[in-house]
């Protein structure tokens, strides 16, 4: 009825998605609603729903179509988007197809997703590998990469500070197990201290 409602209502959307603005146009709601009925209402939960379904979709689509314009979009509000995984248990699954990390085959500032990172793996890989530090710079000096990347290991590297809340809560991709480096098969380190001592 282009009656004006409400201005910056923070229950419509979850915290991860804080950097999104618009506005939402609803028949559903009566005109003399008050902040508390709609803070609880179940009007209000469903257009949240929708609201969460449709910006994950368009973000899906923009991965797709426009990954470039998708990275910069992950470089600017991928920490803040990252959070969700450990909040939004609902579409939980979809944020972390979106989740995008730098590996130690990307390019420094480009990222990869967890998909595409399986699908890369050798077929007698059994694990998603990761290694987490201040920078790029600093992770790529630890010791212990040696042995991956003389084996084609491809491994996660995670220098933003919210990926070792994160990935840690994860705990599997596609029956995956994700394993720190640090903590890595036995088999390796076995064989990076025979490789030594060769």
Same mark, same amino acid.
């Given at each position: 009825?282009?009656?004006?409602?409400?201005?910056?209502?923070? *229950?419509? $959307? +979850? *915290?991860?998605?804080?950097?999104?603005?618009?506005?939402?146009? #609803?028949?559903?709601? +009566?005109?003399?609603?008050?902040?508390?009925? %709609?803070?609880?209402?179940?009007?209000?939960?469903?257009?949240?729903?929708?609201?969460?379904?449709?910006?994950?979709?368009? $973000?899906?689509?923009?991965?797709?179509?426009?990954?470039?314009?998708?990275? %910069?979009?992950?470089?600017?509000?991928? +920490? $803040?988007?990252?959070?969700?995984?450990?909040?939004?248990?609902?579409?939980?699954?979809? !944020?972390?197809?979106? $989740?995008?990390?730098? #590996? %130690?085959? #990307?390019?420094?500032?480009?990222?990869?997703?967890?998909?595409?990172?399986?699908?890369?793996?050798?077929?007698?890989?059994?694990?998603?590998?990761?290694?987490?530090?201040?920078?790029?710079?600093?992770?790529?000096?630890? +010791?212990? !990469?040696?042995?991956?990347?003389?084996?084609?290991l491809e491994v996660l590297l995670l220098t933003d500070p919210m990926?070792i809340f994160v990935l840690p809560s994860i705990n599997e991709y596609?029956k995956k197990p994700l394993k720190s480096i640090e903590k890595a098969? !036995?088999?390796?380190?076995?064989?990076?201290?025979? *490789?030594?001592?060769?």
């Open positions: 009825s282009k009656v004006f409602i409400q201005d910056d209502n923070r *229950d419509l $959307l +979850p *915290d991860y998605l804080a950097f999104v603005k618009g506005v939402v146009d #609803t028949e559903d709601l +009566p005109l003399n609603v008050s902040r508390e009925v %709609t803070q609880n209402s179940p009007v209000m939960q469903k257009i949240r729903s929708i609201l969460v379904k449709r910006i994950l979709s368009y $973000l899906e689509d923009l991965d797709k179509k426009e990954p470039e314009k998708f990275q %910069t979009f992950y470089k600017n509000f991928g +920490p $803040l988007f990252k959070s969700g995984v450990n909040m939004d248990f609902e579409n939980r699954d979809r !944020l972390i197809d979106l $989740l995008r990390f730098e #590996t %130690t085959m #990307t390019e420094k500032d480009k990222v990869t997703s967890l998909k595409s990172y399986v699908s890369r793996m050798p077929e007698d890989q059994k694990e998603i590998y990761y290694l987490s530090g201040e920078s790029r710079e600093i992770v790529e000096k630890n +010791p212990n !990469l040696e042995y991956f990347k003389k084996n084609n990926d596609d098969d !036995l088999d390796f380190k076995k064989e990076t201290i025979e *490789d030594g001592k060769e």
